[in-house]
DNA sequence: GTTGAGCGTT
C-alpha cells in the first residue's frame, strides 16, 4: 500500500502488537509486501485473535483496523506507523485480564495450553497385541506422548484398552480429529468420559453461503487458511451453492461468522453452521434437523442453498464429524474446554475424520500455510494423508491385516468420495465403525 | 489358550 520508499528494502515491515496496552509484551508480526498483514499472521502468534485495534494519539479512542479478505489494512496511506497495535478477540472469548496479566504473556500462554488442553484420552479397541512401546510409537506421530497406559487385568493380560495423553494440546486435538487404523482395527480415541466437563459447545464449522460452482474445496481451503488452520471443508457435490469450513479453532470460526468474503470473484456468507448436537441415545440425527436448510447459516446462504430433503446425509454425517469438531486449536490460549466437543464427536464413534485419507475430498494433506503452525514438522503425513500401511515400514502399523488406508477399506466396506457421495463419510448406521472391526483375531 | 463393549491405582 501506498509508496513507501523504503518499503522493500526490508523483506518484511513489522508492526508492534500486544495482546493489551503494555507494550512489553508486544509482538513484532510481519506485514505483506502490500502493506497489509495476514489474520493468519496475527493468529499465529495471537492465537483466536480476530482483529487489530490501536490507540490514536489525538482521540485517544482505540480505532479499529480493517479487515477485509483475511487482510488487515494499515490505518492510513502512510501505513502502519509506529502504534502499539493491540488484538482483539471474540467477545465471546473470554480473555479477560486475569488471563493476560502482567507476567510473561508466552508463559502465562504455556499455562493455560497446559490447563486446558491436555485431558488423557482412553484408547477403545486396541489390538491385544498392543504394547506400551507400540502404542506410544504409533501416536507419536501426533505428537510427543507422556504418558500411556494399558489396562491389565488381575493376570496381566491385557483388556484391549488404555490411556495416553500427549505432551501438548495441539497434538492431542491432532489425534481426537481423525479415526485410527491400528494393526487393522479401527482404535476409538476419545476423552474419558471421566473427564467430560460441562463445556460449551463451540462449533468449529461454519457455514459457507452464496458458493458458486467453480468453488471447489480446495478453493475454500485456500482461501479461508488464511484465518486459522482449517482441518476439513465440504462442498457437496452435485453442486448445492454452500459449503462447509472447519477449522481446529472454533474462535477462528466463530470469529468468521456474519462476514461476507470473496472468493473467485464471488461474495459468499460465512454463518454459523450451529448444528444440533443430538444426544447419543438417538444416533439417527441424519434424519431430522440437518442439512443448509436447518442451519443458521441457511438462510442467508439463500438462493441455491435450499435443502432438498433427500440428500441431505452427506451434510449430515459431515456436521456429526466436524460440525462440532474437537474443538481445539492452535497451542491454545483461549478459554475453551475440549472435552465435551471432542466426546461428543468420538462418541458418536466417528472420531472425526479430518484425516480420512485416501479419496476423500476432505484430506488435502497437513494445514497448510506457512509456520506448520500445530502441525509436528518432524512426523507429517506429507500430502497424502495418514502413513501407507507396511509391515515394516511404518511405526504403529506393524502387524499384518487387512483395512489400511490405501486400500481405501472402510468399516462400513464403503469408500469415500469417487462414488458420487462428494466425498463423504459412510453412511449408514452412525454405530458402524465401531462395530466392524473384524481384521483382528 | 478364548475375547471386542467399555472408561483409569495395579
Not at 14 to 20: A, L, N, P, R, T
Not at 59 to 77: M, N
Not at 274 to 280: D, F, G
Amino acid at each position: 500500500m501506498s509508496n513507501k520508499s523504503n518499503y522493500n528494502e526490508d523483506l518484511f515491515e513489522y508492526i508492534k502488537v500486544s495482546e493489551d496496552e503494555d507494550d512489553s509484551n508486544a509482538v513484532e508480526i510481519p506485514c505483506e509486501h502490500d502493506g497489509t498483514m495476514l489474520l493468519s499472521t496475527l493468529v499465529a502468534q495471537f492465537p483466536g485473535a480476530c482483529g487489530l485495534k490501536y490507540r490514536h494519539p489525538d482521540s485517544k479512542a482505540t480505532r479499529g483496523i480493517r479487515l477485509s479478505d483475511g487482510k488487515l489494512h494499515p490505518p492510513s496511506d502512510a501505513g502502519w506507523g509506529k502504534h502499539l497495535y493491540i488484538c482483539v478477540f471474540p467477545k465471546e472469548n473470554k480473555r479477560k485480564m486475569e488471563d493476560v496479566s502482567p507476567e510473561n504473556s508466552a508463559a502465562k500462554t504455556k499455562r493455560l495450553e497446559k490447563k486446558l488442553t491436555c485431558s488423557d484420552l482412553i484408547c477403545l479397541g486396541l489390538p491385544w497385541k498392543t504394547t506400551e512401546e507400540s502404542i506410544k510409537q504409533y501416536f507419536e506421530q501426533f505428537g510427543e506422548v507422556v504418558m500411556v497406559q494399558l489396562k491389565r487385568d488381575k493376570n496381566g493380560s491385557f483388556k484391549g484398552f488404555g490411556f495416553i495423553r500427549f505432551a501438548t494440546y495441539a497434538s492431542q486435538m491432532r489425534a481426537l480429529a481423525q479415526r485410527h487404523n491400528i494393526d487393522g482395527r479401527w482404535v476409538d480415541v476419545r476423552i474419558p468420559n471421566s473427564k467430560e466437563g460441562v463445556v460449551p459447545q463451540m462449533p468449529c464449522k461454519v457455514f459457507v453461503g452464496r458458493c458458486t460452482e467453480d468453488m471447489t474445496a480446495d478453493d475454500l481451503r485456500d482461501y479461508f487458511s488464511r484465518f486459522g488452520e482449517v482441518t476439513d471443508v465440504f462442498v457437496p457435490r452435485p453442486f448445492r451453492a454452500f459449503g462447509f469450513v472447519t477449522f481446529l479453532d472454533p474462535e477462528v470460526a466463530q470469529s468468521l461468522c456474519g462476514e461476507d468474503h470473496v472468493i473467485k470473484g464471488a461474495s459468499v456468507s460465512v454463518s454459523s453452521a450451529a448444528p444440533k448436537i443430538k444426544s447419543k441415545s438417538n444416533p439417527n440425527w441424519k434424519d431430522d434437523s440437518y442439512g443448509p436448510s436447518n442451519w443458521e447459516g441457511g438462510r442467508s446462504g439463500s438462493s441455491g442453498s435450499g435443502g432438498n430433503g433427500s440428500n441431505n446425509n452427506i451434510d449430515t454425517l459431515n456436521m456429526q464429524n466436524l460440525g462440532i469438531n474437537p474443538n481445539g486449536g492452535p497451542p491454545a490460549n483461549f478459554n475453551l474446554p475440549i472435552s465435551l466437543v471432542a466426546a461428543a464427536l468420538n462418541q458418536a464413534g466417528w472420531g472425526g475424520f479430518l484425516g480420512g485419507p485416501g479419496n476423500s475430498n476432505n484430506w488435502q494433506g497437513p494445514p497448510q500455510g506457512n509456520s506448520g503452525k500445530g502441525w509436528n514438522n518432524n512426523q507429517n503425513w506429507g500430502q497424502n494423508g495418514p502413513p501407507a500401511w507396511s509391515q515394516s515400514s511404518n511405526p504403529g502399523w506393524s502387524g499384518s491385516k487387512s483395512g489400511n488406508w490405501n486400500q481405501g477399506n472402510w468399516p462400513n466396506g464403503q469408500n469415500w468420495g469417487g462414488n458420487g457421495g462428494g466425498g463423504s463419510a459412510p453412511s449408514g448406521s452412525s454405530s458402524g465403525w465401531n462395530n466392524n472391526n473384524k481384521p483382528q483375531t
